[in-house]
């Protein structure tokens, strides 16, 4: 991390290779298309490292990019919306009709909405305690909270659904 | 307490998908630029770049100035006084123009005379249509088209990136270029969202240009060919003469005279006149009384060209020459520019 931050770039690639993996497949479920999920982890490590100089190697690095993740996601979601008047501009190549299991499980949280979705995300793949997610959204604590209750409601029913069908 | 749900969910992101191999080299490389700046760049050379770079800007002001006063050009470069940090973001639109788009950076910018403003929507490759009553954009592995204020008027599903977007200057086909598993494949779509279909399976990356007609349109073969498509009779023909590496190909906005551009040069045949441009020499090899040129260098060479009663103008900037043609009314809706390019908008009137 300290090698990163001093410009090294064999420090850097080493970090990047560390975190690549686990920032795609956030940013692949919160976005739920490959093309959208390649922008978004690329545009957050270019981020990241362009300002790596001034972070504070004391603090975990992942919690930081995922957060950049997280917002770079929300801000493409939400240009597509706005143009879109709520239309979707391509299918999501994720959908419940994956499979079942947790295939399945990744199909109901692509189908929650992109508000509940990030916090889900956030929560349990990435591993944030509610307090990061507010920090890193800019949102009060109980919304967090509130929003991780309805998502995990709606999973609940989408999944007995499935698995009545 | 942690519910029989919650602890699935705990694991649902290992059950996504890998990324691609080439997507982490290219995000890596990209991620690598973007730590050299402060890393490489010593305090003392980042204050000479930014003398440099000052000083720079007031002599572009001061060409921008003279030339606005002499009446023969009007030069834009967006809104200084508010963008004063990314002013190539900000576009301005050309005086008598529709509208503007301009992608630079992976960002599309959208300016129409009604007033709409689009900015910073990420894009592969944008294209007015005619009028600017629609902007039709590479979006992920779609083409979609929407409305300058933003209103999505249909999409299709390309099967890969849109690289290249040219709309027909009557608005009722488009031509583009998608990047699929097996290369480039130039296909045609109707203008509104149908009958899609493939022209050429094996294009180089270049924007395509229509004729002014609308019943033809220039592109690059795999063999770096300029090559002209009749749409009318589905028939292609490679251009006489054309160099086995062109570039850029450019119809002049009326009549049917095609531009094409080179290697590290552009190259203009337009109405018995020759134009090289060789980094910022130009140099007339054949040029009949009509036409008049004007080796100016603002950002980048630009040469005007009065043929056929009109007047139009030919910028090439940066480290990625192209050829941008057009009269007031009919000015090139895209620049796609390199990344630190200015997007310039130029008129000669």
């Known amino acids: 991390?300290?090698?990163?931050?001093?410009?090294?770039?064999?420090?850097?690639?080493?970090?990047?290779?560390?975190?690549?993996?686990?920032?795609?497949?956030?940013?692949?479920?919160?976005?739920?298309?490959?093309?959208?999920?390649?922008?978004?982890?690329?545009?957050?490590?270019?981020?990241?490292?362009?300002?790596?100089?001034?972070?504070?190697?004391?603090?975990?690095f992942?919690?930081?990019?995922?957060?950049?993740?997280?917002?770079?996601?929300?801000?493409?979601?939400?240009?597509?919306?706005?143009?879109?008047?709520?239309?979707?501009?391509?299918?999501?190549?994720?959908?419940?009709?994956?499979?079942?299991?947790?295939?399945?499980?990744?199909?109901?949280?692509a189908d929650l909405t992109v508000e509940r979705r990030v916090v889900v995300v956030l929560r349990y793949g990435v591993g944030m305690t509610p307090k990061e997610i507010a920090a890193a959204?800019?949102?009060?604590?109980?919304?967090?909270?509130?929003?991780?209750?309805?998502?995990?409601?709606?999973?609940?029913?989408?999944l007995e659904v499935e698995h009545v069908e | 307490m942690s519910s029989d749900l919650e602890r699935r969910l705990e694991g649902f992101l290992r059950e996504a998908p890998e990324p691609g191999p080439e997507v982490?080299?290219?995000?890596?490389?990209?991620?690598?630029?973007?730590?050299?700046?402060?890393?490489?760049?010593?305090?003392?050379?980042?204050?000479?770049v930014a003398i440099l770079a000052a000083a720079a800007l007031v002599l572009l002001g001061l060409a921008a100035g003279s030339l606005a006063a002499a009446g023969a050009l009007h030069v834009s470069f967006g809104h200084p006084r508010k963008h004063t940090t990314a002013p190539a973001r900000t576009l301005t639109l050309p005086r008598g123009a529709d509208g503007i788009a301009a992608v630079v950076d992976g960002r599309l910018s959208v300016v129409t005379r009604g007033g709409f403003r689009l900015q910073g929507l990420p894009v592969t490759a944008a294209a007015l249509s005619p009028h600017a009553l629609y902007v039709a954009a590479g979006i992920g592995d779609s083409l979609v088209a929407m409305k300058p204020d933003g209103r999505h008027a249909w999409s299709h599903a390309a099967g890969g990136k849109v690289v290249a977007i040219a709309w027909a200057p009557d608005g009722l086909r488009i031509a583009y270029v998608v990047k699929g598993e097996s290369g480039l494949v130039l296909r045609t779509i109707w203008g509104n969202g149908t009958h899609d279909s493939v022209v050429d399976r094996a294009v180089r990356r270049v924007t395509p240009s229509w004729r002014a007609d609308s019943l033809a349109f220039a592109y690059v073969g795999a063999g770096g060919r300029a090559i002209v498509h009749d749409v009318f009779h589905q028939k292609s023909m490679v251009v006489p003469g054309s160099s086995a590496a062109v570039s850029q190909v450019a119809f002049a906005p009326a009549g049917s005279r095609l531009s094409t551009g080179a290697g590290g040069k552009a190259?203009?045949?337009?109405?018995?006149?020759?134009?090289?441009?060789?980094?910022?020499?130009?140099?007339?090899?054949?040029?009949?009384?009509s036409v008049r040129l004007q080796p100016l260098r603002l950002?980048?060479?630009?040469?005007?060209?009065?043929?056929s009663?009109?007047?139009?103008?030919?910028?090439?900037?940066?480290?990625?020459?192209?050829?941008?043609?057009?009269?007031?009314k009919t000015f090139s809706p895209v620049l796609a520019l390199p990344r630190g390019a200015r997007v310039q908008a130029v008129v000669v009137s």
């Open chain 2, 267 to 289: 190259v203009g045949w337009l109405d018995g006149a020759a134009a090289v441009v060789r980094g910022d020499e130009i140099v007339l090899t054949r040029a009949p009384l």
């Open chain 1, 62 to 109: 992942a919690p930081w990019l995922h957060r950049i993740v997280a917002n770079r996601a929300l801000d493409l979601l939400r240009a597509e919306r706005r143009l879109a008047y709520e239309e979707p501009l391509e299918p999501a190549d994720l959908r419940p009709d994956h499979g079942s299991g947790d295939r399945g499980l990744l199909g109901a949280v």
């Open chain 2, 24 to 48: 982490g080299e290219r995000a890596l490389a990209r991620a690598l630029r973007a730590l050299e700046v402060p890393a490489r760049l010593p305090r003392r050379r980042l204050r000479a």
């Open chain 2, 309 to 328: 009663g009109s007047t139009f103008a030919a910028v090439v900037g940066g480290h990625d020459p192209r050829i941008v043609a057009g009269t007031a």
């Open chain 1, 1 to 60: 991390m300290r090698g990163a931050a001093r410009g090294d770039p064999d420090a850097a690639a080493a970090l990047f290779r560390r975190h690549w993996h686990d920032a795609w497949r956030a940013a692949y479920a919160l976005t739920r298309r490959r093309a959208l999920a390649d922008d978004v982890a690329a545009d957050a490590f270019e981020r990241a490292f362009a300002a790596l100089g001034r972070f504070d190697d004391r603090r975990p």
């Open chain 2, 299 to 307: 950002g980048g060479p630009i040469l005007s060209f009065e043929a």
């Open chain 1, 137 to 158: 959204l800019d949102l009060p604590v109980g919304t967090v909270n509130s929003r991780l209750a309805r998502a995990l409601e709606e999973l609940r029913e989408a």
